[in-house]
């Protein structure tokens, strides 16, 4: 067993969305949901803790809170103007600042909750409290620029994670693994130019941004070769990721030598994802995560920290979510995967899986892996 940290706050559920039909704006001949709102709502993340406590693998597990982000630790990556504005409309009830971004009262106080889950994981992995944790965390970040606020995410929470770290000296290379569906541009863009943080990301190509996330966007400067796109075409499903992971990620990750190693981990590229085309299963997520505490044990003692991010099918992300905190806590506890017989039956075949293949030694010859 892992002594693992779960990090979460009822109050980060509490986060609310404006008045949208999925991610089209109501109005003219949009019609509201009868479930309302934008698909990044509280039921994903908390359906995921309901599971955890009916199968008692809570239990096996360090739940705790943390401390919000201080207005310090946000100002390190947002400019003060962009922090005040969004305190502003947070006081006056609410309002977005960016591209499908709607927050209400409070939103300011819940998203700096959410950066202070993340914070919290990686200072107590790198502190040797735990030797790894999950942040539960909402709203998300890994799409926030730092003037600039966009696809459900309002603060920069890894970037601004990493940076209170490194403040206090316990880190001077971090990897970032993202493997969200969409694309981590936010991540990406912040650290571009820098060599002592690592970004990689994993994602259906031109699915969100569209115009992000390519292959040859390698970082800038100082920041050349320390960035890493890897985008996979709709379908390409659970094989297609494991192959990227072993061809690609981790020998990225052995290149860099990463004191800590972080994951933005979205769950929508699940089989049943709305925002996604992609077939990925629980199994899927357990897998991956056991390649990267592997890499971990092997580059940094272990020192491994999962902050989440999208995912947006509330019967799918619990099960997905559960083997994720079952691998790295290490616990017999076993939820199973209730879309897993349908998603196993949906993947693609063995001509599309020569192909995704050939596509990912492509890559990985692209950038020299």
């Known amino acids: ?10 109050k980060c559920f509490w986060h609310s969305g404006g008045n949208y039909a999925l991610t089209a704006p109501v109005g003219g001949l949009v019609q ?36 919000s982000a201080t207005y310090g630790d946000l100002n390190r990556i947002h400019p003060a103007s962009y922090l005040e ?30 950066t202070g889950l993340v914070k919290g994981a990686l200072l107590s992995v790198l502190n040797g409290r735990h030797d790894n944790a999950y942040a539960l965390s909402r709203p998300p970040g890994h799409h926030c620029l730092p003037d600039w606020s966009n696809g459900f995410c309002l603060l920069a929470n890894i970037a601004i994670a990493i940076e209170a770290a490194k403040s206090e000296g316990l880190a001077q290379r971090v990897a970032v693994v993202d493997w969200d569906v969409h694309h981590g541009n936010g991540t990406e863009a ?35 070769g320390h960035n890493v796109n890897i985008p996979l075409p709709p379908g390409a499903g659970h094989a297609a990721y494991i192959h990227a992971m072993n061809r690609i990620v981790l020998p990225a990750l052995v290149a860099y030598k990463p004191d800590v190693i972080i994951v933005a981990c979205g769950f929508d590229a699940s089989g049943v994802d709305p925002l996604s085309r992609m077939l990925c299963s629980a199994e899927t997520y357990r897998l991956m995560t056991r390649q990267l505490m592997q890499s971990a044990d092997k580059l940094c003692d272990g020192k491994l920290v999962m902050a989440h991010e999208g995912g947006y099918s509330e019967v799918h992300v619990p099960f997905c979510g559960h083997a994720v905190l079952q691998e790295m806590s290490g616990s017999e506890i076993d939820a199973g995967d209730a879309m897993g017989a349908r998603i196993a039956s949906q993947q693609p075949n063995a001509v599309m899986e020569n192909v995704f293949a050939d596509l990912i030694e492509s890559i990985a010859t692209d950038l020299e892996l």
């Open 32 to 67: 509201p949901l009868a479930s309302g709102g934008l698909p990044e709502n509280p039921e994903t993340k908390r359906r995921l803790k309901n599971l955890m406590d009916v199968t008692g693998l809570a239990g096996d597990l360090d739940c705790l809170t943390a401390a």
């Open 1 to 10: 067993m892992h002594n693992t940290g779960f990090f979460w706050d009822e």
């Open 85 to 114: 504005n969004f305190k502003s409309l947070s006081d006056g009830g609410g309002g977005e600042m960016g591209l499908r971004t709607p927050f209400g009262a409070g939103g300011y106080e819940i998203a700096a909750l959410s």
């Open 190 to 224: 912040i650290f571009y130019e820098r060599d002592d943080v690592l970004t990689i990301s994993l994602h259906q190509e031109r699915n969100y941004p569209t115009d992000t996330g390519e292959v040859a966007d390698r970082g800038k400067g100082a920041g050349v």
